[in-house]
């Protein structure tokens, strides 16, 4: 058994079992969710919607942070990987496309 998939004693009290790849899994999908606020957040400003880069970036780290929960941690669910794999691919090439568009340094107006 990975370390990881020892449940943390400190949150026994809980009643819940937290293991550390639970803790993993949960931060990436607070991250895969909380994009959409930060989408929301710039369209506002801009007064129109906008996909800002760190849409993209917080899309992959919680695609990658919730595939791993769910390819290394004691869950090994497969239907888990599927749904976070592809995100993942899509999130990372339009990064790609966003950087190769608009630069490393794009102005901060054009979101």
């Known amino acids: ?27 990436g999908a607070i991250m895969f969710g909380g994009r959409w606020l930060v989408q929301f957040i710039a369209s506002k400003r801009a007064g129109k919607p906008v996909m800002p880069r760190l849409f993209w970036y917080m899309s992959i780290v ?8 769910f390819l290394f941690s004691s869950k090994q669910d497969s239907v888990g ?29 054009d979101h």
Do not use: C, E
Not at 10 to 19: Q, S, Y
Not at 82 to 109: E, V
């Open 1 to 27: 058994m990975s370390p990881l998939d020892t449940p943390i004693s400190w949150l026994a009290w809980t009643g819940i079992h937290v293991t550390g790849w639970k803790l993993i899994g949960y931060t």
């Open 62 to 69: 919680g695609s990658l942070m919730t595939l791993s929960y």
């Open 81 to 109: 990987v599927l749904q976070n794999l592809f995100p993942a691919f899509t999130a990372g090439y339009s990064l790609y496309l966003d950087i190769k568009h608009r630069g490393w340094h794009r102005d901060r107006a």
